[in-house]
C-alpha cells in the first residue's frame, strides 16, 4: 500500500540508551544516546535469496524502493525485528551495540508487513507480524518457523499487539477498516470484532502494569482519536481531547509509567495525563518537527525520541534521563571530543549537533530537555535486480572415499540394516504420483493419483531439535483446522488417467500443482485455493518456475508443447514446439541461461531463455544391439553445478554436459530383463544418484561416474511380506541430508530411508574407474558403464 511510503518516513525504537532507526530506504541504524555514535548500520538486502518468491520478486522488479514499517527489540534485547513494506522481515541478534548480526529473514507476508512484534506463547519466545495480505502469523523467534496464522480480517492488517492476563495469551489486532479483533494461540477463530474510532488506522498499547488499554488512530478524513478501552465490554472508556481537526498523517503515540499519554500532532509532542481527557501540555521541542512526528519512550521512560522533519532525530529527557546521559558521556574519555567524532564521522553521515533548552513540566513527568542529535538517511535505493532463486542449498560436506581393493557392493536386505518409516495416513490410499521435499526439509508433501495432496511435517523437540524431516520417529499428516483437502481440478478428467505435476515456492507458503484440470495455486498454510489458470485442454503434465523471476512459469503440456507463462499478468509469453509427446521434464540452469525438455518422444532439447528459441535436441540412445523403447516419460535434473544434467528412462541413466551437449556417462541395466527404472534423482550435494526400479529395488549410484555403490531390497521397506505389485512410482531427495530419501509407492503409502546410524552413509564408493574399467573401456563402445542392476 503505497501510503506507508509516505507516512512511515523514518520509524524509531528507543530502549535504555540505545535507539534504532529505520527509514524509508530500508535501513536500520542503532544509535548511542549517550556518546552520539552510531553504533550499527544495515542497508537493505535480500539474505537468502531462496526465501523470495514470485509475488515478492515481482514487487521488487516493479518497484525496488524498500522501506522499514517497524522496528522492535526483543523483551531482553537480544534480538532486534525490522518489518519491511514488501514482504520481508529481518531479524537480528544483538549481543552489543555494534554487534548486529543477520539472525534470520522471512518472507512473511504477500504485500507489505505493516507490524512486528515479540510474545511468549508458551513461554516460548515468537515473533509476529500481520501485513497488507488479511494475515497475521506467528513465528519462532529461535528458528523463524511458522507456528500460527490467524485469518478473518477483511482489508489489510495494520498493527498488532500481543498481551497476557493471568494465564491467558492473547494478540489484538487492528486492521485498516477500523475492524479490532482479538486471538487466542489456536485455530478457533477471532474472539472479538470492534470498530475503532475513526475506521481506518489504528494501533494500541497497553500501560506498562499491563491494566490499562489504549488505542490511537486517524480517519481517512483525518480525524484523529486517543481512547482508552473496557476490555470486558469491548466499549471505549475514555476518548482523550486535544488533536487537530485535519491530520496529513496517521498519529503514532506511546505509553509511560503507567501514568503519561504521548503522540505526535500538529507540528508538536501532545502529553495528556491517563486519568484526564483534557490536553496536559504540548512542546514543539525547539521545533523542527513534521506535523505528525514519530515518537517513542525508551522502557524507563526517561527518554523520548522523535523524528524531525529533516530526516533527524531529537531525544527528549526528564530529569532522571538527563542523569543518565550525563553518566553515559562521562563514561567517554576527554579524547573522544565532539571535534574528533565530527572529523572522523562517515562520509554519508551529516555532523552531529547538541543543544539543550528547558521546557516547562513537572519533574519526573514529561521530558523537559532535548538532546538534538542528527541522522543522516541514505539517497540509494536498494534495488535487487534479478533475483537467483536456485542457488544450492547448503549441505554437509561429502565425505571422501578411499579406495579399497577389497571392495564389495553393499546390498542391504533387512529392516535393522538402515533405518525405515512409513509415514501414518488416514487419508484414504491412492498410489503416489509425485513427491516431494519442503525446501526446509522439514515435511514432505505427497501428490497421489486421486488429485489430493497429503503434508507431512516434523516436529521440533528434544529428539529432534532440528525440527528437519527423519525416519527416527513418525511425522504428523498435518491438516489446517478447517479439514478441507488440497485437492486439485479434476473437471471433465479421471484423475488416475492424468499426468500429474507439481511445483513447491522457494518459501514453502505455496505450492503449484495440476491434475488433468486447472493447473492451481495453494496456500500451504490454509489449503485454500489462492487462484487457477490454464485451463486444459491440453492439461498440464509438467511445472517448472523461472529461477530468477518466480513470476514465469515453464509449463509443459499434454499436446507436447511448453508455454511460458507470466502468473503476475495472466499471460502465455511464448509457446515453445520441439516435442512430438507430451512433456515430461522441465529444468532451468540458471548459469547457461537454457531451459532443458524432456519428453515421452525419448527427446531432450535445450531452448534459449533468451527470445525461447530452441538451440539443439537429441534423441536418447538405446544400449549396443538393444531397441530404445519408442516412448516412455524421460526426466531431467541438473547437477548442483548447473551445467551437468541427469537423464532418466525407463532404461537408462546417463549425464550430459548441456554446454557442450555431449553424453559423458550412461548407465543401463546388464541383464535385458531387468526391470524398468521408475524414477531417479540426485542427492542433495549431486554426489549420489538414488533410482527406483518397478521390482521394488533401489539403486544408490555415485553422482560422479553413475557406479552402482549400494543395493536395497524391496524387504528392506515392505516388511514383513514384499509385495510385487507394490514399488515407488518417486523418489525424492532430502534438501540439506545427502544420504536420507523418501518414496511414494504404488499402495498410497510414504517411506523415508536413511542409513543406520552405525554407517551414516550408503555404503563405499567403488575403486577408481580405471581400474574397474579399464578392460571394458578397450572393448565397449560409447564408454558405458555397465552394473548389474539392482533386484
Known sequence: MNWFYCLKHVVILICLYLFTVGTNVGDISIWDVGTKERLAHKTFKVWDLNVCTVPMQAALVKDPAVSVNRCVWSPDGTLLGAAFNKHMVHIYSCAGGNDLRQHFEMDAHIGGVNDIAFAHPNKQLCIITCGDDKMIKVWDAATGRLQYT???????????????????????????????????????????????????????????????????????????????????????????????????????????RNHFLAAGDEFQIKFWDMDNVNLLTSIDADGGLPASPKLRFNKDGTLLAVTTNDNGIKVLANPEGLRLLRALENRVTESRTFDVMRASAEPSTKPLAMNAMVAASAAGGPPTSIVSDRVSSAVTMVGLGNIDSNLPVDVKPKIEDVPDRGWKLTEIIEPTQCRTIRLPDSLPSSKVSRLIYSNAGVALLALASNAVHKLWKWQRNDRNPSGKATAAFAPQLWQPASGILMTNDVTDTNPEEATPCIALSKNDSYVMSASGGKVSLFN???????????????????????PQDNNIIAIGLEDSSIHIYNVRVDEVKSKLKGHTKRISGLAFSNSLNVLVSSGADTQVCVWSVDGWEKRKSKFLQGQAGRTLPPSGDTKVQFHND???????????????????????????????????????????????????????????????????????????????????????????????????????????SVQVIEPAESEGRWGASPPPESVTNAAIASAASNAAVTEQAPR
Not at 180 to 200: E, Q
Not at 524 to 539: D, I, R
Not at 680 to 694: G, M, R, T
Open 642 to 748: 548447473q551445467v551437468r544434467l541427469l537423464v532418466v528412462h525407463e532404461s537408462q541413466l546417463a549425464i550430459y554436459d548441456v554446454a557442450k551437449f555431449e553424453r559423458i556417462k550412461q548407465w543401463f541395466p546388464r541383464d535385458p530383463v531387468s526391470a524398468p527404472i521408475s524414477h531417479a534423482i540426485y542427492s542433495c550435494d549431486s554426489q549420489l544418484v538414488y533410482a527406483s526400479f518397478c521390482d521394488g529395488s533401489i539403486g544408490v549410484f555415485e553422482g560422479e561416474t553413475l557406479r552402482l555403490q549400494c543395493k536395497l531390497a524391496s524387504s528392506v521397506y515392505l516388511n514383513p511380506v514384499p509385495n510385487s505389485s507394490v514399488y515407488p512410482l518417486v523418489i525424492a531427495a532430502h534438501p540439506s541430508e545427502p544420504n536420507q530419501f523418501a518414496l511414494g509407492l504404488t499402495d498410497g
Open 524 to 546: 500451504m498454510m490454509t489449503f485454500k485455493v489462492m487462484t487457477t489458470f490454464m485451463s486444459p485442454p491440453p492439461a498440464a503434465t509438467f511445472l517448472a518456475f523461472h
Open 150 to 256: 490467524f485469518e478473518g480480517h477483511e482489508a489489510s492488517v495494520y498493527s498488532v499487539c500481543p498481551h497476557q492476563k493471568e494465564n491467558i495469551q492473547f494478540i489484538f489486532s487492528t486492521a485498516v477498516d477500523g475492524k479490532i479483533k482479538a486471538w487466542l494461540y489456536d485455530h478457533m477463530g477471532s474472539r472479538v470484532d470492534y470498530d475503532a474510532p475513526g475506521k481506518w488506522c489504528t494501533t494500541m498499547a497497553y500501560s506498562a502494569d499491563g491494566t490499562r488499554l489504549f488505542s490511537c488512530g486517524t480517519s481517512k478524513e483525518g480525524e484523529s482519536y486517543l481512547v482508552e478501552w473496557n476490555e470486558t465490554e469491548g466499549a471505549i472508556k475514555r476518548t482523550y481531547l486535544g488533536f487537530r481537526k485535519r491530520s496529513p498523517g496517521v498519529i503514532q503515540f506511546d505509553t509511560t
